[in-house]
Structure formats: C-alpha cells, structure tokens
C-alpha cells in the first residue's frame, strides 16, 4: 500500500511517501505559501511523487494535517461571524469564566471573543436544565434576528441557545429558517457542535466553529479540486485534535475538532518511536518554524483531554478561548525557529511573532529584515548553510551574523556569538517554562520521563531543554524533521460523539438511563461514521467525565465495555474510583459519584502502513568538523559533523557533536553522548552533573 501523508506549518510543508510493500519511505520539506498554502501542497506532491517514480492513480490514501484552522483563530482572520442566543445572555461570551486565571493581577487581559457584541442577537425562548419547555420559541423574534445578521454582513452565524443540550428543538427550528430567509449564511448549531452544558464554553466552541467553517470549506473544496486534478483519486483523510482522521465532510462541517490537527499527529508518531524504544512515559518536545509545542504521553497511550484552550495569555491554563471538543494534551507556544528575536528595554526577547516562510529568517535570503532564532543558530555554527533541508536551500551566513549583530549584539554591546547564544538560551528557557507546566505542574516527574523531540527546530533545542527539567534520556526518531506527517500515516479514523446528563449512580434508574444516552450516542455515532466508510468493522469505546456530586469540575474515566445492567454500574464505580485515587493520590469513600458528560468512541480500522526505518547505514564514520560555539568550552570549539544515515546501530559519540539528517539537525552538548539504536534512532543520554 502506498501512502502520502502531508502536514502544513506555519514555515514548512511536510511529506512523507511510504510504500509498504517497498519499505520504502520519501521525505520532503517545501516552504509553505501562506496566501494559499494548496500551492505548496500541489508542489511538495508533484515533487515527492516523481522522486519516487509513483503515479498518482497508484496512491491508495491521502493523510492530511492542517494548521489552517488554528491560524484562522489566533491571527483572527476568520469569517465575519454572528451570534444568536436567547433573550437574556447576550454577554455570555464577553463576561466568560468567574474564575481568574491570575488572581493578584489587577490588569488581567481576558481573551478576545471571536464575534462582537453588536453582531449577538437574542430571541425570545427558554428550555430548563431537564429539557423541557419553558417558553416557546418566538419566530418573530428569530426573524429579526436573522434579518439583523444578514444586514450586518455576515457570512456565518452560530446558534447556541441556553441548555440546548437537553432538548435541541429549538435550535433545530432556528437553521429551518435561515435556510428559508438566508441559505447563503453557514450555519454551527450548539446542540450538534458541542452537546453539553457550562454555558460559556459551549457557546465560544459553536462560534468558534462558525468562524473557521468558510475559511476551512473554501480551504478543502480548493485542495480537494487540485489533488483530483493532480490524479489523486483516492478518499483524503484529515486528522483532528484528538489523534483521529475524518473525511473531508465531517471537517468542513465541524472543524472546530482539527485546530490542533498537526500537533496531534506529532504526539501519535512520539507515541509509536517511544514504545519501539521501552519507553511508556514520555514527555513530546516538537519545534518547528513557527512555534514550539509540548505535550505528554502516559504509559504508553496520549493524554488526551476533554477541551482545550487557544489563545492562551503567558501559557495560563484558564487564559484563552475554551474549545469543548476531545484533544491530546499539549501546550503550544509562539518560540519557533522563524521567531523574532529583539531587544525590548535592555534585554533579548524572543517571540511570538515570526518571520514565517515569507520573508523568513535572514539566512533565507528572501529579504528578512529581523534576526530568528534560525539565524543565531547558524551563527553558532549548529547549521549548516550548504546542508539546510536536504541541500534544497542554501543558507546566507552573512545575512544571518549582519542582522544578529545590528540589532542584538550592537544595542547590548555584545559580541555577535555572545548575542546569537542568548538568542538561543532566551528561546529554550522560554519552552523550558512551557515544558515544567506541561511536567511538573501536572504532577509529572521529568526524571522519570525520557523526552521524544522532532520538528525542523526541535532536536537542535533538546538536549538543553532536557537538561533544564532533569529529563535523563532524548530520543530523536528517524524522520523527527516530518515527525507530525509520519504520526499521520500512524493514525486511524476516530469519531466521538458527547452528551451532558448528569446521573447518579446510586439513583435506582441509573442503569437504564445510561444505557439510554449511549443508545442515542451510537445512533448519532453509526451516522458520522456512513460519512467516513460504509463497510468498516467499528470498535466502540466508552469515556465519561464524572465527579462526587457537590464537586465543580469532573476526571475522564474509561468506562469497560459489556451490557450495561444493574452490575454495570459497580462496575463503573470502580472504575470512577480507580481514577480518581490515581488522579488526586487519596479516595473519598464517602461521596455520591455522578456521571455529567457520557462520550463514546468509535475507531474505524486503517491499513497497517508497516514499519518505517531508515535505510541500512553503507559506512559509519565522521565526515568532518566544524567551529562551534558552546559555553562549556567558552567559544568556538572543533565539533564533530555526523551524517545521520552514516550512523550504524549501536554506535556511541561523545559531545560536543553535530548529527546533520535531511530534515532536521540535532545538537549534541558537551558532556551528552548520543547513539543510534536498533529501530534507527538517536538516543542522547544526558550528562547528570550537568542538569540544573
């Protein structure tokens, strides 16, 4: 079978082409174009399909991970989206959560909604907290509300009615009538977007929908078209936040479940090299251009998380925009190899912003006119200008030491190699502190855990970034450059489907309730997946967020599988139990349990896409040596260049060192050694005395 498997970044577009009948696997990296990114997409195909000698016809999947949701919201370049709600909570969204994710701040930024006051309407209706009826939906009313969004000029409008999850009635008339008064709006309805209850957070995940949806259509309809064009003929999958591919039409419909598409890719791949290696507890370091993420893998399996947040403040868990969709923990921040570095009030600032793939950074030779941490690494000597992706771009050193020194060493007073290594030590101890959220404030101990990096930029910032948390060994996967294009051809299709009803278990229906609510979620379920595959062999799973009653906030439980009777439920309660003695290290016996959002899982089969190594190694031996500044050795010192292909098993190489590969460049430090192990990976065991 062969498989291409394609990620979009902010800077880099990757592919991956694996044949595994071959066991034959192609990689590529082409600059993204940001003004339509189908571009380089069209290209890097054309490009990794004729290197292979393959044609189109005889490519059996496309696997696609985008950030185009992701961006759309963060730069705020979505469609012009209303808001219709009922009477009464027009200010949901701007008055968001009581809590403050800062307490002692007095000047605490709240996150920007995505739709503005004067574009939230309100009709007359209310539903209660049961579902039924409190006051009927006034049509009147709904008329004017949709007579007031289309003469504001929207494109989109989302609706989210007050406890819509309970009885979806209400919001269901709404969309009949703007398919008859306005067909052209799109139109995210709450009760179908996200099903469950805390006001807040379903409304901005229904706007949020809305607010991607024509940018993520018109994004899809325009690759779709080009790859059918191109002779691609096959169904294209797309991978979601929650490590699961969907069609085309369940994305373009709901993508408010792909904003963290790529990054959840990545995690899979880390999952799959960190098994391969005996690792079960792994925290994931992935830099590309553009940012920097970090999450965490948990005996063996991602950690997946019932909602997560963009647009965070300072990486303040509470500071963004709530999105209630299932997603793999991770947390992102603005520190890639594009990101600006500046002087700002007498120090060395780094990031968020980036120079992105147009201009890009200095050594690009595309015009940049502000130094990255791309540039400093190449004035450290960590980069090669003449091996920089494969061989295709040919770096400007010049560029690169000109703009390190005109605007960080020349304000500070500082030599170029001094100002081009705070560059780089100011970008790690950014994801340092992103890293210890991610670790430590979880209840993680790094000590325990090895760390997988990948990403363009990642194994260049790994092992300091290990050093700074105690994380004892770095694993460097073969492709870790594409690392987020191999985890998709490691994914499979997954749907989940969510209600809220809150059950008790110890109430004397309890039973037949809850296998009502998956009665209605595998029928709702079963429809999705027709929208995926008409013939799969589907495997259910079931997940449930559950709390002792009084509580505010609830723990996922896996829940078992099996009839669900009268027996079911001590079942369930152990279950509950189980989770929440390894979530809080206690158990209160005394509590009522009660089950809030039931979910169930559906995962349709994949072809087994086969291993995929690197080819057999024809030599081992150093190539060459290169000037490299570290301050352990307090300037430049001669460091060892490896070839990466050139690396047999079992090989060990003390640091400093340089291991080049196609795709990306790994820093070895002094008093780190690295080796290449059985499944072709880089493993650097870091030096102890030298952790912080």
Same mark, same amino acid.
């Given at each position: 079978m062969i498989a291409v498997a394609f990620d979009i970044g902010g800077t880099f577009t990757d592919f991956v082409l694996h044949d595994s009948a071959a066991g034959h696997t192609q990689a590529l990296k082409v600059p993204t174009t940001p003004t339509d990114p189908s571009i380089a997409v069209i290209y890097g195909l054309e490009k990794i399909r004729s290197q292979s000698g393959i044609a189109a016809e005889n490519v059996a999947s496309m696997l696609h991970a985008t950030t185009i949701a992701t961006n759309a919201v963060l730069e705020r370049k979505g469609a012009p989206t209303g808001l219709i709600t009922t009477a009464g909570f027009r200010d949901v969204l701007i008055i968001g959560r009581q809590k403050r994710y800062e307490t002692y701040d007095l000047y605490i930024s709240k996150p920007k909604p995505l739709v503005q006051r004067r574009h939230i309407v309100e009709v007359q209706e209310r539903v209660a907290a049961d579902g039924s009826v409190v006051a009927e939906l006034d049509m009147e009313s709904v008329d004017s509300a949709i007579d007031a969004i289309v003469a504001?000029?929207?494109?989109?409008?989302?609706?989210?009615?007050?406890?819509?999850?309970?009885?979806?009635?209400?919001?269901?008339?709404?969309? !009949?009538?703007?398919?008859?008064?306005?067909?052209?709006?799109?139109?995210?309805?709450?009760s179908e977007v996200s099903p469950k209850f805390r006001e807040y957070e379903r409304t901005n995940t229904t706007v949020?929908?809305? *607010?991607?949806?024509?940018?993520?259509?018109?994004?899809?309809?325009?690759?779709?078209?080009?790859?059918?064009?191109?002779?691609?003929?096959?169904?294209?999958?797309?991978?979601?936040?929650?490590?699961?591919?969907?069609?085309?039409?369940?994305?373009?419909?709901?993508?408010?479940?792909?904003?963290?598409s790529g990054p959840a890719a990545g995690i899979?791949?880390?999952?799959? &090299?960190?098994?391969?290696?005996?690792?079960?507890?792994?925290?994931?370091?992935?830099?590309?251009?553009?940012? %920097?993420?970090?999450?965490?893998?948990?005996?063996?399996?991602?950690?997946?998380?019932?909602?997560?947040?963009?647009?965070?403040?300072?990486?303040?868990?509470?500071?963004?925009?709530?999105?209630?969709?299932?997603?793999?923990?991770?947390?992102?921040?603005?520190?890639?190899?594009?990101?600006?570095?500046?002087?700002?009030?007498?120090?060395?600032?780094?990031?968020?912003?980036?120079?992105?793939? !147009?201009?890009?950074?200095?050594? *690009?030779?595309?015009?940049?006119?502000?130094?990255?941490?791309?540039?400093?690494?190449?004035v450290l000597g960590y980069i090669s200008p003449e091996g920089f992706n494969a061989g295709a771009m040919q770096l400007d050193k010049g560029a690169a030491v000109d703009g390190i020194a005109r605007n960080i060493a020349d304000p500070l007073g500082l030599d170029v190699e001094a100002a081009a290594w705070g560059v780089h030590l100011i970008a790690t101890t950014n994801m340092q502190n992103a890293l210890r959220l991610v670790s430590i404030e979880r209840g993680r101990?790094?000590?325990?855990? &090895?760390?997988?990096?990948?990403?363009?930029?990642?194994?260049?910032? $790994?092992?300091?970034?290990?050093?700074?948390?105690?994380?004892?060994?770095?694993?460097?996967?073969?492709? %870790?450059?594409?690392?987020?294009?191999?985890?998709?051809?490691?994914?499979?299709?997954?749907?989940?489907?969510? %209600?809220?009803?809150?059950?008790?278990?110890?109430?004397?229906?309890?039973?037949?309730?809850? &296998?009502?609510? *998956?009665?209605?979620?595998?029928?709702? $379920?079963?429809?999705?997946?027709?929208?995926?595959?008409?013939?799969?062999?589907?495997?259910?799973?079931? *997940?449930?967020?559950?709390?002792?009653?009084?509580?505010?906030?609830?723990?996922?439980?896996?829940?078992?599988?099996?009839?669900?009777?009268?027996?079911?439920?001590?079942?369930?309660?152990? $279950?509950? !139990?189980?989770?929440?003695?390894?979530?809080n290290k206690f158990l209160d016996t005394e509590g009522v349990v009660e089950g809030v959002d039931w979910s169930l899982v559906a995962r349709l089969p994949s072809e087994p896409m086969g291993s995929i190594k690197p080819e057999a190694a024809a030599e081992n031996a150093v190539q060459r040596v290169r000037q490299c500044w570290f301050p352990e050795t307090n300037g430049f010192v001669e460091t060892r260049i490896l070839q990466r292909s050139n690396l047999t098993d079992g090989v060990s190489v003390p640091?400093?060192?340089?291991?080049?590969?196609?795709?990306?460049?790994?820093?070895?430090?002094?008093?780190?050694?690295?080796?290449?192990?059985?499944?072709?990976?880089?493993m650097i065991e870091i030096d102890q005395e030298a952790v912080a």
């Open positions: 504001s000029g929207r494109e989109t409008v989302a609706v989210s009615l007050l406890h819509a999850y309970a009885n979806a009635s209400h919001e269901g008339s709404i969309r !009949d009538r703007i398919s008859k008064r306005a067909p052209e709006l799109s139109v995210s309805i709450s949020t929908n809305a *607010y991607v949806r024509p940018v993520v259509d018109r994004y899809i309809g325009h690759l779709e078209a080009a790859l059918d064009k191109q002779g691609f003929r096959d169904d294209l999958l797309i991978m979601q936040s929650n490590g699961g591919l969907v069609s085309p039409a369940i994305a373009r419909d709901f993508p408010v479940r792909i904003i963290e899979l791949m880390c999952a799959e &090299a960190g098994r391969a290696a005996g690792f079960s507890e792994i925290l994931t370091f992935d830099m590309g251009g553009t940012t %920097a993420k970090l999450g965490a893998i948990d005996g063996g399996t991602p950690a997946i998380m019932p909602t997560l947040e963009v647009d965070l403040v300072r990486h303040k868990r509470g500071s963004g925009l709530p999105i209630n969709v299932p997603a793999i923990e991770m947390l992102e921040i603005g520190s890639g190899g594009g990101s600006i570095a500046r002087v700002d009030r007498g120090m060395i600032a780094v990031g968020p912003d980036s120079a992105g793939a !147009d201009p890009g950074p200095m050594c *690009y030779g595309r015009c940049g006119t502000q130094p990255t941490i791309t540039d400093a690494n190449v101990d790094p000590r325990k855990y &090895a760390m997988v990096a990948f990403g363009g930029a990642g194994p260049l910032h $790994a092992a300091r970034l290990a050093r700074a948390v105690g994380i004892p060994t770095v694993l460097v996967p073969h492709g %870790a450059g594409v690392g987020s294009a191999i985890g998709l051809l490691q994914a499979e299709p997954r749907l989940d489907v969510t %209600a809220t009803r809150v059950l008790r278990l110890d109430d004397p229906g309890a039973a037949d309730n809850i &296998a009502a609510v *998956y009665s209605t979620l595998e029928e709702q $379920a079963e429809k999705e997946v027709e929208r995926v595959s008409h013939d799969a062999d589907v495997t259910w799973s079931r *997940y449930a967020e559950m709390r002792h009653a009084g509580q505010g906030f609830e723990i996922r439980v896996t829940l078992p599988d099996g009839p669900i009777n009268e027996s079911y439920i001590d079942k369930v309660a152990a $279950a509950f !139990d189980e989770a929440y003695r390894q979530r640091g400093p060192a340089i291991v080049e590969d196609q795709d990306c460049t790994t820093v070895v430090p002094p008093g780190d050694r690295v080796r290449v192990n059985q499944d072709g990976h880089l």
